[in-house]
């Protein structure tokens, strides 16, 4: 991979939603092989952006390359088949299949072949410890596994670069930490690059490489965890009012 055109390369990228400004010229990159913690208060446009990103909102302005090419107009679909997918903060899952068929339903998604799908499928659920679940309905399955499920489902299309909208919310404590495992090893076992959204500071300062900092649509500040935690714009804005709110739920 060419390292000048490599990743998702979003520059100036701007939506307006009847006058209001959800995002006003954010430039961001995402490589493969890292984890990229997008953080801000609620309506800062975290998921406007994971939305334009994905092709399910058009911007206004800027424009969005992965690994060179210029996708801005491309719809969802064939973003997917550039290997750019992202996971949607309720699961869809097929219920009524087997939790193993509707991991290998992502394998085939993703151009593996019929063969071999099940039994790669079963892998991937061992990876995340969740082979015990393989023969049971996915409807069946306790709320904080059918979460990893849909993770893994999009895991096993074979994405270069996967979006996660707020993968944490509604998990209990231990469920959170099962998810934080799981995230953090994914670059490396699949070279993937993971773009996270996420309200728990605890998580994302576990598991992010980078972190991005959106604040009233614009960034507010961006680099590693340690930098970003020191930074007094983000305290002010952001980690001071989520630590209150820690506080106030007894975390
Ligand atoms: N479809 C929409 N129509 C009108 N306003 C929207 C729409 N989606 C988001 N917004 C507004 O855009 C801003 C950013 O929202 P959003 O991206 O959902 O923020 P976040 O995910 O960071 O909480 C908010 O002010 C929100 O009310
Ligand atoms: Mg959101």
Redesign the pocket.
């Known amino acids: 991979m060419n390292a000048t055109t490599d990743g998702v390369r979003a520059e100036g990228l701007g939506?307006s939603?009847?006058g209001?400004?959800?995002?006003d010229g954010v430039s961001l990159e995402l490589h493969r092989g890292e984890i990229l913690g997008l953080i801000?208060?609620?309506?800062?446009?975290?998921?406007?952006?994971?939305?334009v990103l994905s092709g399910y909102?058009p911007p206004s302005s800027g424009r969005i390359h992965v690994d060179g090419k210029d996708v801005t107009a491309w719809s969802p679909e064939r973003r997917s088949r550039a290997g750019l997918v992202r996971t949607f903060q309720a699961v869809r899952l097929f219920g009524g299949l087997s939790v193993l068929d509707n991991i290998a339903l992502g394998v085939l998604a993703g151009g593996g072949r019929r063969k071999a799908a099940r039994a790669e499928a079963m892998d991937l659920l061992a990876s995340i410890g969740l082979a015990q679940w393989a023969h049971h309905p996915a409807a069946s399955m306790p709320y904080g596994a059918e979460r990893r499920l849909g993770i893994l489902r999009a895991l096993a299309t074979r994405p270069s670069y996967l979006l996660l909208?707020e993968p944490a919310a509604g998990l209990n404590d231990l469920e959170t930490d099962e998810l934080t495992e799981v995230l953090s090893r994914m670059p490396g076992d699949h070279g993937v690059g993971l773009l996270v959204?996420e309200h728990d500071m605890k998580l994302i300062m576990q598991v992010c490489h980078r972190i991005h900092v959106?604040d009233y649509?614009r960034t507010l500040s961006e680099g590693t965890p340690e930098q970003v935690r020191a930074d007094p714009a983000v305290r002010n804005a952001y980690y001071g009012d989520a630590e209150e709110r820690n506080h106030a739920q007894g975390n």
């Open positions: 939506v939603f009847q209001v400004r959800a995002l801000g208060p609620n309506g800062a446009g975290k998921t406007t952006l994971v939305n909102q909208d959204i959106l649509g």
